[in-house]
């Protein structure tokens, strides 16, 4: 089973994916070396890919993975078209990159396999312990291309949440054999759903990485502040575009099954399917996907509303408290007799994150625990190192409050916001922060009134949105999490004139596990967290094996 540790049993502990880049590669490889399960989230990770090179990607990791892409033409076409040796300068803009698309969307599903395989290949670097990747389903475009990528690095297991994962087990298998998929792509405002094809084998056979088109760089959603409507001279002289031309239309229609592509020789037999846990918040939801076998996770995450990220909202109609904030009920707990009788392995999350309440999940019934935010503060997290110090320091201090904000999120998922000074927690931030929409990670397709696709966002510029066909109420207060958690890892769009891309936070209600693991606010590593939850001894690299 992929999902064992070393020792061949369940992990007791799976840290959480979170954020854009907090849960990265180094996070996870830690934890795994600590014999538990460690998880990067799948999130925005063509962008991290990219932003990386642009950086110039010290260290050369990212460049190490990317040599280890079994389709080395596809690699050595990314390097050319967004490494900057040295990186860029201060200031300047990163490169805009395509977005994911139902249609023509080929570049942007390659940019996401890649930056999906270096991600699971730099954590799984070094040792035998098995690595997870978290993914949204209500990012659906980029489910499939992301799978796959991971796929071919050999991740272990994959969890699913906001939304219902009943395709992944299925997805999962026929991606591991190479096989073309089909992903029902909801339309906001519609009944009917775009199926949406992705071929592995196809993608595999391309050569190269498209260029967007010479000229305005601003990335969308109405002109960014100066823009000058040309790449910078230092862009276009040490950063090469690649110019490949689409696949044809009339060979690759978009809404039928197309034929598969011969699949690469190499990849015949290697591939296995990863382990599939569906994050769920009641025994109900679980119950209706273990009720048919090609819907039936390998495991389930019951996870609860105080879990930081995005959770779901209470059953019944919304209320909210005085502060603004969703009310849960009883109704909003889970029955863990219930989700036993399921006789599939589970785990709980959401402040879950102590030794006594490890020890009593485990005697309801559960494997272990998803434990999250005590590993977002820890050293190996991809949190700005003064950020990480500032919100250890004031959590210690009784001054950090998170806030279950019912409308921040365009997905319409109630989504925690800690409220630090500087990012878009604070009104004032994110009043002086013009709205745009260049990433797209969490836009929606509708019908447009001709018939066509087209895409919009709560969180984008207001005119835009109305525009689109968006109602006005449903853009206020949203807030543009895609730029936003790109910043928190210090990867957020610059603007050479200022007023760069603002950071917003998220971690879990719960923070009381740094009275024992920080208690004079000093740093800490993810193997203390695993050594104090577990009570075992977490011996960095017991689990290693030969490297990749």
Same mark, same amino acid.
């Given at each position: 089973?992929?999902?064992?540790?070393?020792?061949?049993?369940?992990?007791?502990?799976?840290?959480?994916?979170?954020?854009?880049?907090?849960?990265?590669?180094?996070?996870?490889?830690?934890?795994?070396?600590?014999?538990?399960?460690?998880?990067?989230?799948?999130?925005?990770?063509?962008?991290?890919?990219?932003?990386?090179?642009?950086?110039?990607?010290?260290?050369?990791?990212?460049?190490?993975?990317?040599?280890?892409?079994?389709?080395?033409?596809?690699?050595?076409?990314?390097?050319?078209?967004?490494?900057?040796?040295?990186?860029?300068?201060?200031?300047?803009?990163?490169?805009?990159?395509?977005?994911?698309?139902?249609?023509?969307?080929?570049?942007?599903?390659?940019? %996401?396999?890649?930056?999906?395989?270096?991600?699971?290949?730099?954590?799984?670097?070094?040792?035998?312990?098995?690595?997870?990747?978290?993914?949204?389903?209500?990012?659906?475009?980029?489910?499939?291309?992301?799978?796959?990528?991971?796929?071919?690095?050999?991740?272990?297991?994959?969890?699913?949440?906001?939304?219902?994962?009943?395709?992944?087990?299925?997805?999962?298998?026929?991606?591991?054999?190479?096989?073309?998929?089909?992903?029902?792509?909801?339309?906001?405002?519609?009944?009917?759903?775009?199926?949406?094809?992705?071929?592995?084998?196809?993608?595999?056979?391309?050569?190269?990485?498209?260029?967007?088109?010479?000229?305005?760089?601003?990335?969308?959603?109405?002109?960014?502040?100066?823009?000058?409507?040309?790449?910078?001279?230092?862009?276009?002289?040490?950063?090469?575009?690649?110019?490949?031309?689409?696949?044809?239309?009339?060979?690759?229609?978009?809404?039928?099954?197309?034929?598969?592509?011969?699949?690469? %020789?190499?990849?015949?037999?290697?591939?296995?399917?990863?382990?599939?846990?569906?994050?769920?918040?009641?025994?109900?939801?679980?119950?209706?996907?273990?009720?048919?076998?090609?819907? %039936?996770?390998?495991?389930?995450?019951?996870?609860?509303?105080?879990?930081?990220?995005?959770?779901?909202?209470?059953?019944?109609?919304?209320?909210?408290?005085?502060?603004?904030?969703?009310?849960?009920?009883?109704?909003?707990?889970?029955?863990?007799?219930?989700?036993?009788?399921?006789?599939?392995?589970?785990?709980?999350?959401?402040?879950?994150?102590?030794?006594?309440?490890?020890?009593?999940?485990?005697?309801?019934?559960?494997?272990?625990?998803?434990?999250?935010?005590?590993?977002?503060?820890?050293?190996?997290?991809?949190?700005?190192?003064?950020?990480?110090?500032?919100?250890?320091?004031?959590?210690?201090?009784?001054?950090?409050?998170?806030?279950?904000?019912?409308?921040?999120?365009?997905?319409?998922?109630?989504?925690?916001?800690?409220?630090?000074?500087? %990012?878009?927690?604070?009104?004032?931030?994110?009043?002086?922060?013009?709205?745009?929409?260049?990433?797209?990670?969490?836009?929606?397709?509708?019908?447009?009134?001709?018939?066509?696709?087209?895409?919009?966002?709560?969180?984008?510029?207001?005119?835009?949105?109305?525009?689109?066909?968006?109602?006005?109420?449903?853009?206020?207060?949203?807030?543009?999490?895609?730029?936003?958690?790109?910043?928190?890892?210090?990867?957020?769009?610059?603007?050479?004139?200022?007023?760069?891309?603002?950071?917003?936070?998220?971690?879990?209600?719960?923070?009381?596990?740094?009275?024992?693991?920080?208690?004079?606010?000093?740093?800490?590593?993810?193997?203390?967290?695993?050594?104090?939850?577990?009570?075992?001894?977490?011996?960095?690299?017991?689990?290693?094996?030969?490297?990749?």
């Amino acid at each position: 089973m992929p999902l064992a540790t070393t020792s061949g049993e369940l992990p007791e502990i799976i840290q959480g994916g979170m954020g854009v880049g907090v849960s990265g590669w180094r996070l996870a490889r830690a934890v795994s070396r600590s014999g538990q399960l460690g998880v990067v989230s799948g999130t925005a990770l063509d962008a991290l890919l990219t932003r990386r090179l642009q950086m110039g990607d010290p260290g050369g990791d990212v460049r190490r993975a990317l040599a280890a892409f079994p389709v080395p033409e596809l690699a050595a076409a990314v390097l050319d078209r967004f490494y900057v040796e040295g990186g860029v300068d201060a200031g300047e803009r990163f490169r805009a990159q395509p977005m994911l698309r139902v249609e023509r969307g080929d570049t942007a599903e390659l940019l %996401t396999v890649l930056g999906n395989f270096v991600e699971v290949w730099l954590a799984k670097e070094g040792h035998e312990g098995p690595v997870g990747i978290n993914y949204l389903e209500k990012i659906q475009l980029a489910l499939a291309p992301g799978l796959f990528g991971a796929i071919l690095a050999g991740v272990d297991c994959v969890l699913v949440g906001a939304g219902v994962p009943g395709h992944l087990p299925e997805l999962a298998r026929r991606l591991a054999r190479m096989e073309p998929v089909s992903v029902r792509v909801r339309l906001d405002g519609a009944e009917e759903d775009y199926v949406h094809h992705f071929d592995p084998a196809t993608l595999l056979v391309r050569t190269g990485i498209g260029a967007e088109p010479q000229g305005c760089r601003c990335g969308g959603g109405g002109g960014g502040a100066g823009c000058e409507g040309k790449a910078s001279a230092k862009a276009e002289r040490r950063v090469q575009a690649v110019r490949i031309q689409s696949f044809d239309p009339a060979v690759r229609p978009s809404a039928a099954p197309e034929p598969p592509a011969a699949a690469p %020789t190499e990849f015949a037999g290697r591939l296995r399917r990863p382990q599939v846990l569906a994050i769920v918040s009641l025994p109900l939801l679980a119950s209706y996907l273990a009720r048919d076998e090609a819907t %039936t996770p390998d495991g389930f995450v019951i996870e609860t509303h105080g879990a930081g990220g995005h959770s779901a909202p209470p059953r019944g109609a919304l209320r909210l408290d005085a502060e603004g904030e969703p009310v849960y009920g009883p109704r909003d707990h889970p029955d863990l007799a219930k989700m036993a009788q399921i006789g599939i392995p589970f785990w709980l999350a959401g402040g879950a994150a102590h030794p006594e309440r490890l020890a009593a999940a485990k005697a309801l019934g559960a494997v272990g625990v998803q434990v999250g935010s005590a590993f977002a503060l820890c050293e190996e997290s991809g949190l700005q190192p003064a950020l990480r110090r500032t919100l250890r320091a004031r959590a210690r201090a009784g001054e950090l409050r998170v806030r279950n904000d019912p409308l921040a999120s365009p997905t319409e998922f109630p989504f925690k916001v800690a409220e630090v000074e500087g %990012t878009l927690s604070e009104p004032g931030v994110r009043a002086t922060r013009r709205r745009v929409c260049d990433l797209g990670y969490l836009r929606v397709p509708y019908r447009t009134a001709s018939g066509t696709i087209g895409y919009r966002c709560s969180a984008e510029p207001e005119a835009a949105y109305r525009r689109k066909g968006g109602a006005a109420a449903d853009a206020e207060g949203r807030l543009c999490l895609c730029n936003g958690l790109l910043a928190t890892v210090g990867l957020g769009q610059r603007n050479p004139r200022g007023h760069d891309e603002p950071p917003v936070v998220t971690l879990g209600q719960d923070l009381d596990f740094l009275a024992d693991l920080s208690p004079d606010g000093e740093p800490y590593r993810a193997a203390e967290v695993v050594e104090w939850l577990t009570g075992k001894r977490a011996v960095e690299g017991a689990c290693a094996g030969a490297a990749r």
